[in-house]
């Protein structure tokens, strides 16, 4: 098995729904950052492009993977290829572009993921019937269940903010908890810089989200979003955004005396009860530490993408061992946003550039997945 080296990690700016990159097509955002990691490493034909994305049905033209290597003016004969693990797609761009490697089967691999939240396109379904007299439903794509299957048990379809609920209930954490932890997570994404990964859009170059006005105060004004009396908020949850991230993954050979950020170790997935999907990445997280022959204790850095507060509470609250204070030093999704496919990668590059900023360090990446995922990489240097 070959050694594989993080070289690069870069990542658009994340925009707001219907906001400053509101405008920008999903392959067109997805070509952006393929293109810059490509050309500021020298990189003129990379063995493969894989990106993740989570819908698919619209300007992503199914394929975005091989759009976004063609937009990004890489040579025709680059193959592009697409994968879908929803909010851990971009994940599992980098988890697949590793075993690729890691196999010999490849030497330098573009992966990464995008999605547009606010582009996202209405679907309408086919009729049973040619010609029919009634009227039709258009079903919007951008987040959650739709086209349900009418067999599928009730309890694995809950909204992803019942879920969330449902996990606080469980950990009996409370709205207060919720805001304090969002309001945290907004501060320290305030004081971060993210030059180091991030290639403006145009004149954007800073993620929409972050509120430096954010208080406990204003959190605690908004209602609940899935539960009358419920604790889970768009305060306390990540919001929709729109944004593109990508990593230059390669071998020894692939390297050519470039310094990488960081190396793969392992990746590990899990699965559990759909609604209980935002606990997805516990297992996965110590499934890939003992792949990676580590521990919790061996941590110097961690990511875990927050879709809510509670649900990242409530993985703190599984993992004992998993230090709060290694968890998200520069903010989470909650002020940096959540473009689904996107995530994945995004953490990923955010663990491997702190690793690199620190010289040395054991990094650990992974986020929960909806209908009961999770994801995890261990990085090191």
């Not at 400053?20 to 050309?39: F, K, S, Y």
Request: aromatic fraction near 4%; charge should be negative.
């Amino acid at each position: 098995m070959k050694t594989v080296y993080v070289v690069d990690a870069v990542r658009t700016p994340f925009g707001r729904h219907n906001g400053a990159l509101a405008g920008i097509r999903p392959d067109d955002l997805a070509a952006h950052v393929v293109r810059a990691v490509a050309e500021r490493n020298g990189v003129e034909a990379p063995d493969e492009v894989i990106l993740g994305n989570a819908n698919g049905a619209g300007e992503e033209n199914r394929n975005v993977a091989r759009m976004a290597a063609l937009l990004a003016g890489l040579p025709v004969s680059t193959p592009g290829a697409t994968v879908n693990r929803l909010c851990g797609s971009g994940m599992e761009a980098v988890i697949q572009a590793y075993r690729m490697i890691a196999l010999g089967d490849a030497s330098t691999v573009i992966a990464g993921g995008v999605e547009s939240m606010t582009r996202a396109p209405w679907v309408l379904p086919k009729p049973e019937r040619a010609f029919p007299a009634g009227g039709a439903e258009l079903v919007s794509t951008t987040l959650g269940w739709r086209l349900v299957n009418p067999n599928m048990p009730a309890e694995h379809t809950v909204p992803l903010g019942e879920g969330a609920e449902l996990i606080a209930d469980k950990h009996g954490i409370t709205r207060e908890q919720q805001d304090a932890y969002a309001l945290a997570s907004h501060q320290k994404a305030a004081k971060a810089s993210f030059e180091r990964e991030i290639v403006p859009v145009g004149d954007v170059s800073r993620d929409e989200g972050i509120r430096e006005d954010s208080s406990l105060d204003k959190l605690a004004r908004l209602k609940p979003v899935f539960r009358k009396e419920g604790t889970v908020t768009a305060g306390n949850s990540s919001p929709l955004n729109d944004g593109a991230a990508a990593l230059l993954l390669t071998d020894e050979d692939g390297l050519g005396g470039r310094e990488p950020l960081a190396r793969i170790t392992a990746g590990a997935a899990s699965a559990l009860e759909p609604r209980y999907f935002g606990l997805g990445p516990v297992e996965a997280a110590k499934r890939a530490l003992a792949k990676a022959g580590r521990t919790f204790a061996d941590l110097t850095t961690a990511e875990l993408n927050e879709a809510f507060a509670a649900q990242t509470l409530g993985c703190l609250a599984e993992l004992p061992d998993l230090d709060p204070a290694l968890v998200n030093p520069e903010g989470g999704a909650i002020a940096l946003g959540h473009p689904l496919g996107a995530s994945g990668a995004r953490v990923t590059g955010a663990v491997a550039h702190r690793l690199a900023a620190a010289g040395s360090g054991v990094g650990l990446a992974c986020l929960c997945i909806g209908v009961g995922q999770g994801l995890a990489v261990v990085l090191e240097r």
